[in-house]
């Protein structure tokens, strides 16, 4: 019986010991999870009922413009609505996705030094459901510093680790730099980026991070390899997997461990060839972020309906035979058609990081 068969969890939010059991059984199985950002409960929803429809557990992850944007964009103080936002859809998750008879990886996204008060809070809050209900209110957050000097970087991961480690929450660190930019977080790609080194981790900078982070509490790595945030045209990037190949096996030989000891990160998953999807997930990734295709799905599937139904989208009454568009504009029409070609491209990503059918909720 394999490691996957063995391990089962109740459905719902995932943190602590069992998000661990959750990720490696992705790595034994060979299978990633995508992670999701959303910024409404619309592709939330969706999001579950994917994971749901093709039994597969998913991650659910906010970048702090996402946070925001779900606490209202009118909210005049930016920090109060990224804290609250992200607080709010964790909530909705912890209720709803075992309902859904899912397990959701409950994370943020991107936060540089300008937004590491943003993970302060949200650990607080953490801090709060913990003393609650004994789990805290996120598996984990991310801390990008990867634009810092490596030292200053781990230091400030470090500290952050210390304070999420005894909830169980796992720190997503980045090491180098992955192109293109997420929420105005990031590098946006320029000429002569194609080969640039910053765009692929050094090995030995990914065996410091072990030094520092392993003793303190469980971290996973954004390792650039050549990934970007959002979709180029083709020849714009360049993509070295075996990059997380060899940080694992740097990692491995130098502390005599298991192969593949690395929980690896896979940043910038859309528009990806499948192949290149494949090598990574073999390497050691159990999560993909998948931000752009899904964007694109939602407002996709939105505006089939208003080319199908463009008169009820100016209309409340047909102009020339009084007929109602009420059934066509109400909200739940179009934007029901949103979440359907969402849960179409997520099926197709879980597909491809070979999640179906995987869940380990019962
Ligand atoms: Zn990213």
């Known amino acids: 019986m394999s490691v996957h068969e063995a391990t089962r969890l109740k459905p719902g939010a995932v943190t602590g010991k069992e998000y661990r059991l959750l990720l490696k059984a992705c790595k034994d199985g060979g299978y990633a999870l995508p992670a999701v950002n959303v910024v409404g409960t619309n592709v939330l929803n969706a999001v579950m009922e994917t994971a749901a429809k093709a039994k597969s557990d998913v991650i659910i992850q906010m970048s702090n413009g996402g946070a925001r944007f779900f606490a209202g964009e009118a909210l005049p103080d930016a920090h109060m609505a990224r804290v609250l936002g992200a607080t709010s859809v964790a909530q909705h998750v912890h209720l709803l996705a075992k309902e859904y008879g899912i397990c959701a990886v409950l994370h943020t996204d991107h936060a540089n030094r300008k937004l590491v008060p943003w993970v302060d809070a949200l650990i607080d809050r953490s801090e709060e459901h913990f003393a609650r209900t004994g789990k ?34 796992s720190l997503e660190i980045e090491l180098g730099v992955t192109g293109g930019e997420e929420d105005g977080i990031g590098h946006e790609l320029g000429e002569g980026d194609v080969g640039n080194p910053k765009l692929y981790t050094q090995p030995e900078d990914v065996l410091r991070a072990y030094d520092v982070l392993s003793p303190l ?146």
């Open 136 to 169: 805290p209110l996120f598996s984990s957050h991310m801390l990008d510093l990867s634009s810092e000097p490596i030292e200053d970087n781990l230091k400030e991961c470090a500290r952050v680790l210390k304070r999420m480690a005894p909830m169980g929450m």
């Open 217 to 362: 509490g469980h971290f996973t790595v954004a390792a650039s390899f050549g990934n970007v945030h959002g979709v180029y045209a083709p020849g714009n990037v360049k993509l070295r997997p075996v990059i997380l190949k060899n940080s694992q096996d740097l990692v491995m030989k130098t502390h005599k461990l298991n192969p593949k000891p690395l929980d690896l990160v896979f940043h910038g998953g859309s528009g990806t060839p499948n192949a290149l999807i494949r090598e990574a997930v073999s390497y050691g990734v159990f999560k993909m972020n998948i931000d752009t295709d899904l964007q694109f799905a939602f407002a996709h599937g939105v505006a089939a309906e208003v080319d199908a139904n463009p008169k009820a989208f100016k209309h409340q009454v047909d102009p020339v035979d009084q007929k109602p568009y009420k059934k066509l504009y109400d909200p739940r029409k179009w934007l029901r058609a949103g979440e359907l070609s969402v849960v179409a491209r997520l099926e197709e990503a879980m597909n491809d990081l070979g999640s179906v059918g995987k869940s380990l909720a019962v």
